[in-house]
């Protein structure tokens, strides 16, 4: 190899020792400084919207029938059959149970057999009294005449006056069996416990073959279900805020009835129909300072059923020009909220807020933002107050991921 060979060759080397020198040294100074590059993180922002949204109040709510009826035995007896499915629909008038009807079939014989003895002693009595009255009208002329003493006309005006008290001793005597005989057909009827009403009859609480009376607990019961009652109770200071808003009777009863419910399920579904206003109760509560609030709910094919919860959410104001951003963009620290806000040169800060209601996955802003102004609803977690970020975006549909 010549000379000159060996010069270019070494002048190559140097070169690259060179280069990598300064790649080497750049990348410690770096490192030294504590700064490395790191490229801007993406985050996803969107502009804080300004409109009229409706502020909703949400209850948690407790399930009823519109009217429940406890079905009872009303005589002493052994329960001999059930006739009914449990949670099945029943009719009013319907058999549910039956008592053993003997004893009081038995003493509904009884009872009509004295009403026909006091029927018969009536028509005897009666017809006693029917010859004494035939010796008074015999005697009253005759002794007119003298020709009957007044001893006899006297003795058979006293011997009427007998039997006419006899006849109406048989007679109140007859209104008494049949007292008995209506007391008896009614405890006889009793042993037959029918649906009081139509509804959903509940679990059987007594079986047959069980010793049941009046003062035994209810054998089961049954609930109007369509439309079905929910109850809420709201704070006093609600109530009033609510009332003040309609200051006549006329303009609260139209609100009232203008009102709709929804209701959120225990499977955070919402109910498909909307509730009406039903009743707000006499008094609030001293204990909890709460008014109870019942609204009513269709309910067809039953699927809602007593004791269940649920919470029950209506709009109870308008708030105009409010600031919405989405709730996933607020972070709360330490009792209060802050979000990340991008400026137009893509820097990001952190700047606290006031938060107001919540409407839907939004929240209200009260107090720290501006319409228009761009907050991380994504990704600020990676984000320090003053680094450059690449904003992209938010799309609200994938929220929640």
């Not at 008290?165 to 007679?171: G, I, L, N, P, S």
């Not at 509804?199 to 073959?209: D, E, R």
């Not at 919860?309 to 620290?333: F, G, H, M, N, S």
Request: hydrophobic fraction near 40%.
């Amino acid at each position: 190899m010549s000379t000159s060979s060996h010069r270019t060759l070494w002048i190559a080397g140097a070169a690259c020792l060179v280069v990598a020198a300064i790649a080497i040294g750049t990348f410690y100074l770096k490192h030294a400084s504590g700064a490395p590059y790191m490229p801007a993180p993406d985050v996803e922002v969107t502009e804080v919207q300004q409109k009229d949204v409706p502020i909703y109040g949400e209850w948690i709510g407790t399930l009823d029938g519109f009217t429940n009826a406890d079905v009872r035995a009303q005589v002493a007896g052994y329960l001999l059959r059930q006739d009914y499915q449990e949670g099945a629909f029943v009719k009013k008038g319907q058999l549910l149970f039956e008592i053993d009807p003997r004893p009081f079939q038995a003493a509904l014989d009884q009872a009509e057999g004295q009403l026909a003895q006091a029927n018969a002693t009536l028509q005897n009595a009666e017809a006693v009294q029917g010859r004494t009255q035939l010796d008074v009208d015999r005697y009253t002329p005759l002794a007119k005449e003298q020709a009957a003493s007044q001893q006899d006309l006297d003795n058979a005006v006293q011997n009427n006056l007998a039997a006419k008290a006899t006849v109406e001793t048989a007679r109140a005597q007859i209104q008494t069996d049949k007292a008995a005989v209506e007391t008896a057909q009614i405890n006889l009827d009793f042993t037959r416990l029918v649906a009081p009403i139509d509804g959903i009859a509940g679990q059987a609480q007594l079986q047959v073959g069980a010793l049941v009376n009046p003062a035994s607990a209810p054998v089961t019961s049954v609930s109007t279900v369509d439309p079905i009652k929910v109850y809420f109770t709201v704070s006093e200071q609600e109530y009033l805020e609510w009332n003040k808003r309609f200051p006549t009777e006329s303009t609260r009863v139209a609100a009232d009835k203008s009102l709709r419910f929804e209701l959120i399920l225990a499977d955070e579904s919402i109910y498909p129909r909307d509730g009406t206003f039903y009743f707000a109760d006499r008094q609030v509560s001293q204990s909890t300072g709460a008014i109870r609030i019942a609204a009513l709910f269709p309910n067809p094919g039953n699927i809602l059923r007593p004791g269940g919860y649920a919470k029950v959410r209506t709009a109870i104001r308008t708030q105009k020009d409010a600031l919405l951003v989405p709730q996933r963009a607020v972070t709360e620290l330490q009792g209060g909220y802050q979000v990340v806000v991008v400026d137009s040169s893509n820097k990001a800060s952190v700047r606290a807020v006031t938060v107001g209601d919540r409407v839907g996955p939004n929240w209200v802003i009260s107090d720290g933002l501006k319409p228009g102004e761009r907050v991380i609803a994504e990704g600020s977690q990676k984000v320090r107050d003053g680094m450059a970020v690449n904003p992209k975006p938010f799309i609200a549909g994938t929220e929640g991921r």
